[in-house]
């Protein structure tokens, strides 16, 4: 319902769906600065094939040289034994307050609500998770999770929410005329978080990459935040989806070089760290997460999803995710990932995803790992008679078209009568049993058809 | 079972077919006439960071101490708290000292020592030479010496050097790329230089 109330506004869809094709725009300036890009992509996606299929082993790998290095290692076969692990850990150390970077597994499993519920504050830290958490509000993209929340509500969110609020705008130096100014509203955040950085008694990170012959878990960010929640608090928990390894350094080149420049049009992101044991006095825990990964491995059709580094290019350049948004979807990672991911966690919950596709194969283009996400989508099509979800009314349809063209005579009688709808009056033919009458006007049939015109050579 | 057991089982039992690495030497990444060209351009443009060339005949805490004039001070005799374990810099808080890492959030300017310089998108690498890896993230601005003979032209090529340097990872087991300042855009999609690590960083070429 939030998506509907959103899509109301014409302006905001504009807005949504010019502001994600900018960011197209600008990963395509940086695929054609580099002339290597299509190798690259070769290169990510036979790593990844490669990696993914001998996971086992890697995993195994990479376990042995973490350990090596000090860190703790866990292994969580689900969403619940996972949040157990985190809390015991947590707990141990007595935590109270947990900051912590953006994590889509965190997501994933509900870690937030599962902690909260026993009584441990989660602070996020990247600003745009920060601003949903104050805000109660669920992510509308994966790397740019609030671009949909507009800079007045964030404004009186920031001043209802942050008690020291007057405090810290006090001290911002430059004068402004908005009171809700994007710099202004940023120093806010900065010195709100600044402060949740120095109470905290533990960090939480995500993690793009795990390196399986070192053992370096690698976290990129924009706003070094990952950095803060592991630099200051001396407990560091790394949550990590068991498809993120990849070999060596080798292979980490050419992932560097692609997060940026695939997700949000950048050379790199500021920061790319390297996690490879704890700090001094501290403690460094990683926990690897299954919850469904090494099904999605034995299922013939889609496991190449599992080479998703979640850089979010598929989005936003999908025409149906920037002008419906995130919401529109009912699963939590929007557009074709997430309608492919959706499918893959639970069909009867989440097939309503796969009609959010026009099956213009842009994703496909466009993803750096070659996931062929479109063709993945329209396999789940084809499945969703089999899963009991086809829609009855387009079975009919489909039905009755198929019995159409099999039968010339029939089909080019309609197709002259056709235009006799045009005489119809228009408030009986967009009422609600038509169901193209939703969000559409009727179309007008022209006079004469296209096989007319062309018998009579007009063409 | 443990949990560890089953994962690997699981994933043992369902991979179907196996696929070979890919020969990654095969890979022609790009290169540049002048790489140091390139860096300086880099990171004085899309990185947001400023550039120093330090002259032969100036010291290092020169320079430093001329960019700490330049900021806007905290400390109580009206001068810029400067961190750094550097040697010959002139600093009020030391990374190897501090017995906090928060201490280091009060810095005005911290400065620190990057290893490789890569000129295709002006990521520095800094490995953790200091007890308190906070320094490069909590002081409001950063300065990041580098030698411009350290300057490749990729990332294929710096994480080569770091594979191969037996240097990195030893008592501190931490490093990072930096390439600029901390930023941010997740506010309507506005570009902001400081979000939540350092607001500005100084690349001090030597």
């Known amino acids: 319902m939030a998506a509907e109330a959103y899509l109301q506004n014409d302006a905001v869809v504009t807005r949504h769906d010019q502001t994600f094709f900018g960011v197209r725009q600008k990963r395509d300036r940086m695929a054609q600065a580099l002339p290597e890009w299509e190798d690259l992509r070769e290169a990510a996606s036979q790593i990844k094939k490669h990696t993914e299929t001998h996971l086992a082993d890697y995993l195994e790998k990479f376990e042995q040289n973490a350990t090596k290095n000090g860190v703790h290692v866990h292994w969580a076969n689900d969403a619940e034994e996972y ?29 937030n609500t599962h902690l909260e519920a026993k009584g441990i504050e989660v602070v996020e830290t990247d600003l745009g998770e920060r601003i949903l958490q104050m805000m109660k509000l669920a992510p509308s993209h994966i790397v740019m999770p609030a671009l949909h929340v507009h800079r007045e509500d964030i404004g009186d969110c920031f001043r209802k929410q942050i008690s020291n609020f007057n405090e810290i705008a006090a001290s911002y130096p430059t004068p402004h005329d908005d009171p809700n100014d994007p710099t202004f509203l940023t120093y806010v955040a900065r010195m709100h978080l600044r402060q949740q950085f120095a109470e905290a008694d533990a960090g939480m990170t995500g993690a793009n990459f795990g390196i399986a012959e070192t053992g370096d878990v690698v976290v990129c960010t924009n706003e070094g935040n990952a950095d803060m929640s592991t630099s200051i608090p001396k407990l560091h928990i790394v949550s990590m989806g068991i498809e993120k390894l990849i070999p060596n350094y080798k292979a980490m080149g050419v992932f560097q070089r692609f997060v940026a420049r695939s997700g949000t049009g950048q050379e790199t992101t500021v920061y790319t760290s390297h996690f490879r044991g704890p700090r001094p006095g501290g403690e460094m825990h990683i926990v690897l997460v299954d919850n469904g990964r090494s099904e999605i491995i034995g299922n013939a059709e889609h496991w190449q999803t599992l080479k998703c580094m979640r850089c979010g290019a598929c989005m936003n350049t999908c025409p149906v995710y920037r002008r419906s948004a995130g919401y529109s979807y009912t699963y939590f990672i929007p557009g074709p990932i997430g309608v492919n991911l959706g499918m893959l966690r639970d069909p009867h919950k989440y097939y309503d995803n796969v009609s959010g596709c026009s099956l213009c194969c842009s994703c496909d283009n466009v993803c750096p790992v070659k996931v062929d996400l479109s063709t993945q989508v329209y396999r789940w099509r084809q499945e969703l008679d089999s899963l009991g979800h086809a829609d009855p009314m387009k079975k009919m349809m489909s039905n009755g078209m198929s019995f159409l063209f099999n039968h010339p005579a029939l089909y080019t009688s309609a197709l002259r009568l056709s235009p006799m709808v045009n005489w119809v009056p228009s408030p009986l033919i967009n009422l609600k049993l038509n169901p193209w009458a939703y969000g559409h006007e009727m179309m007008k049939f022209p006079k004469k058809s296209f096989h007319q015109l062309w018998k009579e050579k007009k063409l | 079972m443990s949990a560890k057991e089953e994962i690997l089982k699981r994933l043992r039992q369902n991979t179907r077919e196996t696929y070979d690495m890919p020969d990654l030497d095969s890979l022609k990444p790009i290169t540049y006439v002048d790489p140091v060209a390139e860096f300086i351009q880099k990171t004085t443009t899309t990185a947001g960071a400023k550039l120093i060339e330090k002259k032969t005949d100036e010291s290092l805490n020169d320079v430093v101490q001329t960019v700490a004039k ?15 374990n550097l040697s010959g810099i002139e600093a009020q808080l030391n990374p190897d000292t501090v017995s906090e890492a928060r201490e280091l959030m009060a810095a005005d300017l911290g400065v620190i020592e990057g290893r490789i310089g890569v000129a295709e998108n002006a990521c520095i690498w800094i490995p953790q030479q200091m007890k308190e890896k906070s320094i490069c993230f909590a002081a409001q601005q950063l300065v990041i010496v580098l030698r411009r003979d350290a300057i490749v032209n990729n990332m294929h090529e710096a994480y080569a050097r770091i594979a191969a340097s037996g240097d990195y990872f030893q008592q501190y087991k931490f490093g990072t790329f930096i390439s600029g300042p901390s930023k941010t855009a997740d506010i309507e999609g506005a570009l902001v230089y400081g979000a939540q690590a350092a607001r500005g960083v100084t690349v001090v070429l030597v």
Do not use: W, Y
């Open chain 1, 83 to 111: 949040n157990r692990i985190v809390f015991d850990i947590l707990s141990s150390h007595q935590v109270k307050k947990v900051v912590k970077s953006k994590s889509m597994l965190t997501e994933e499993c509900h870690l």
């Open chain 2, 70 to 84: 330049g900021l806007p001070p905290s400390g109580k005799d009206g001068k810029c708290i400067i961190a750094s």
